[in-house]
């Protein structure tokens, strides 16, 4: 972003002073590439965790009400 010298910018959102007070907050680097890591785990093996997800699901229907089985 470019502002010229002397025009006022009002923070948008309050929290830190990076840039000069105009941007609050640091990026979570750690835990967004934890979140990569799990989301590229999950949906290279999510065929097979939705049939687990699924398969539990049946097994506890069945334990709760065998009726719907």
């Known amino acids: ?3 010229r ?4 910018m009002p923070r ?11 941007r609050t907050g ?3 680097v750690p835990a967004i590439i934890g979140m990569a890591a ?15 997800a699924a398969s539990a699901i049946r097994q506890s229907s069945l334990s709760f009400e065998p009726e719907l089985a």
């Open 1 to 3: 972003m470019y502002a």
């Open 5 to 8: 010298n002397g025009i006022p």
């Open 12 to 22: 948008l959102i309050e929290g830190g002073d990076q840039e000069q007070g105009r």
């Open 26 to 28: 640091t990026e979570n």
């Open 38 to 52: 799990a989301l590229e785990e999950a949906c290279a093996h999510m065929a097979e965790n939705t049939q687990k």
